[in-house]
């Protein structure tokens, strides 16, 4: 089992900044991947960033150039130059041997 716990979100004005962070505890030396995806009003939760277990990288097409995936003691989202179709709830996703994890959310609103 993994425990995934987000923080970081909260109201912001386009063009603005956020740092998203998700702590992790349980049986992460298992996990091979790990990513955030997020859900606006009215969407399909999608995927926003991977970062696998040997640190390579993808990013959707509409935040590409934008945010940043990394990973310390924490799982990561440097969000830079927001846009409120950026709005939505972010997840932090873990894949591991014993399935897939998500954390609870974290709301991230942009205001234009």
């Known amino acids: 089992q993994v425990q995934l716990v987000e923080s970081g979100g909260g109201l912001v004005q386009a063009g603005g900044s956020l740092r998203l962070s998700c702590a992790a505890s349980g049986s992460i030396v298992l996990v091979t991947s790990m990513a955030w995806y997020r859900q606006g009003p009215g969407k399909e939760r999608e995927l926003v960033a991977v970062?696998?277990?040997?640190g390579m990288t993808n990013y959707s097409d509409s935040v590409k150039g934008r945010f940043t995936i990394s990973r310390d003691d924490t799982l990561n989202l440097q969000m830079n130059s927001l846009k409120s179709e950026d709005t939505a709830v972010y997840y932090c996703?873990?894949?591991?041997?014993?399935?897939?994890?998500w954390g609870q959310g974290t709301l991230v609103t942009v205001s234009s």
């Open positions: 996703c873990v894949d591991s041997p014993y399935g897939r994890f």
């Open positions: 970062i696998t277990k040997a």
